[in-house]
């Protein structure tokens, strides 16, 4: 791969981390030194990434190595995207206004709500008894 400019950015969703490279080239995605069709198995995860390349055009011009790390294959989706986003943002800064207004600069706040203590879960209680 003849690799000419490169960006590197970070995109964050619940415990994933993505630290993503964009370099000019013809479309491939390798995540974690593989091609993302076998990283990622579900459709809809390979959709979630392809996203921002779709909207803004640049799904042959760019070629993409991801090293991700932590949490599931959704939430490393979702990482995944967000760290495309800001690389294509670097790389073409006309395209912000677009991938904002599509919601894909914004990262996920949502994360898992902690336990808490004499609780069985974050918002399950223990069963009452009254005898």
């Known amino acids: 791969m003849e690799q000419v400019i ?6 964050r969703r619940k ?4 630290r993503v490279r964009l370099f000019s080239g013809k479309g491939d995605i390798l995540v974690n030194a593989r091609p993302y069709e076998k990283y990622f ?4 995860d390979r ?5 921002p390349l779709a909207v803004t055009n640049n799904l042959t011009k760019y070629d993409i190595m991801a090293a991700i790390r932590g949490g599931g294959l959704t939430g490393q989706a979702g990482a995944l995207r967000h760290g495309i986003s800001r690389a294509l943002i670097l790389a073409e800064p006309s395209l912000k206004d677009l991938l904002r207004k599509q919601g894909y600069l914004t990262r996920d706040p949502r994360a898992k709500e902690r336990k808490k203590y004499g609780q069985k879960g974050a918002r399950k209680r223990f069963q009452w008894t009254k005898r």
């Open 6 to 11: 490169k960006y590197t950015a970070v995109g």
């Open 15 to 18: 415990e994933s981390v993505a």
């Open 41 to 44: 198995l579900r459709e809809t």
């Open 47 to 51: 959709i979630i990434i392809k996203q």
